[in-house]
């Protein structure tokens, strides 16, 4: 009865010891499983070129991702987005108290897209929304939890087919069907690589493979891609695609390494009757700039038709400002022509200035309206139509369009490299002339 006794004063004395808590007074630093759950609605294949064959979902629109928490030397927080080989930083991390309640807040902002994570924390799970200021009421719900380092699964099922290589892909297979070209990479059960469209690509994509199943993620702050796909006995693979909760489709891909899919030179053409190129735009100041203007005379001269919003604007981007910083030549102009999200004149122009600011792009960006492909074709008549942003426009020192590429092929797909190369010896040519 005694040691009975003892062992429960024992008991008492240790369980008043340990406190199971948060050692951090903020987010703990390291990784973080977090996920966005897009939906609990099934993407339904009902057509006749599949062969009414079904796909089951099983994520049920959870969306995972992982992200890093690192404190600075001044003690704030930074947060990084971790895709692939992609690791984005998100600038900065806020960490409060809620007014009325003892409950710990956070907010995890992306100045460059406008979009922010806020939500609570406790002990070692976060909870709240990813918010996105130019949509209207647009929110998605999201959980984090410390300390798991995978993104879908640990799980370890056998994989059914090794999917390294190239895949001819067709999206939205309902109506509308548009080709791409699947690029993975398979190493076990982990599986990276993109889509590549006519107009771009899916940026850093990772995820799994289980069994004859396949899971596929990105979130960078401004898109959401969710991808899974079941592979079928002719080993061909059948799946769903949703962007956020705001879009969801099908896709389908079979293998073939030679897949190509339409020049992006021949995509944004000059309409007929038009012999050159164009514009007059507003700066962020107000101030009118126009291709006649002094500066662009007789210089080789880079029109990049973007978005702020656009991830894929961001990287062809990044690749500008890193080619103009190792290439200076007096010779060479860049001018941005910006469509945005918002209406608001201002709005929009606070975005380009906040742009510029974060990337230090050392060429003007003017404000060419709002972002509908229609109205920004408008603006611009020269040109058949605006198919994709980003799109870019090469012009002589005369004055004359010599060629015109839609949409970027980003540093996630294979081609980035060939682009590279390709741009740097068509620019040097044109300076040459």
């Known amino acids: 009865m005694s040691s009975r006794i003892l062992l429960f004063f024992i008991s008492i004395f240790f369980s008043s010891c340990i406190q199971v808590n948060n050692s951090f007074e903020k987010l703990p630093p390291g990784i973080w499983r977090a996920t966005l759950n897009l939906s609990q609605k099934e993407v339904a294949i009902d057509d006749d070129a599949v062969e009414n064959r079904a796909f089951e979902e099983v994520s049920k629109g959870e969306l995972p991702f992982n992200l890093e928490i690192e404190y600075k030397e001044d003690g704030s927080m930074t947060a990084y987005i971790l895709n692939g080989d992609e690791k984005m930083e998100t600038e900065n991390v806020q960490f409060g108290r809620m007014k009325y309640r003892p409950v710990d807040t956070f907010q995890i902002n992306f100045p460059l897209y406008d979009t922010y994570i806020k939500g609570t924390f406790q002990e070692r799970f976060m909870k709240g929304k990813w918010i996105v200021n130019y949509k209207e009421n647009y929110e998605i719900p999201f959980t984090a939890e410390y300390g798991r380092n995978f993104r879908f699964t640990n799980l370890k099922k056998e994989p059914a087919l090794d999917l390294t290589g190239k895949w001819e892909v067709r999206f939205s297979l309902e109506k509308d069907p548009y080709p791409a070209i699947g690029e993975f990479v398979q190493t076990g059960n982990n599986l990276k690589g993109t889509f590549l469209t006519e107009t771009g690509d899916y940026r850093f994509l990772e995820g799994t493979i289980q069994g004859n199943k396949l899971y596929l993620s990105c979130f960078d702050g401004s898109h959401a891609f969710l991808f899974e796909g ?204």
């Open 230 to 433: 079941k592979i079928l006995e002719d080993q061909t693979i059948l799946g769903s695609f949703k962007s956020g909760k705001h879009y969801a489709t099908t896709w389908s891909a079979k293998r073939n390494e030679k897949v190509k899919i339409g020049d992006p030179y021949q995509l944004t053409y000059l309409k007929e009757g038009y012999d050159k190129f164009d514009f007059s735009f507003p700066d962020t100041e107000g101030n009118s700039v126009s291709l006649s203007d002094k500066k662009f005379k007789n210089k080789v001269v880079l029109v990049q038709i973007l978005g702020t919003w656009c991830p894929n604007c961001r990287d062809e981007t990044n690749f500008l400002v890193d080619y103009l910083k190792s290439n200076p030549n007096e010779n060479l102009e860049v001018v941005g022509i910006s469509y945005e999200r918002y209406k608001d004149a201002e709005k929009s122009k606070n975005s380009i200035k906040r742009y510029r600011e974060k990337i230090r792009i050392p060429y003007p960006i003017l404000y060419g309206g709002y972002y509908n492909k229609a109205q920004a074709s408008e603006s611009l008549p020269m040109l058949n139509k605006i198919i994709s942003y980003p799109t870019m426009i090469f012009i002589d020192k005369n004055g004359k369009v010599r060629k015109i590429h839609t949409g970027f092929a980003g540093p996630a797909t294979s081609e980035y490299q060939d682009y590279k190369m390709e741009f740097n010896g068509f620019v040097e040519q044109l300076l040459s002339e």
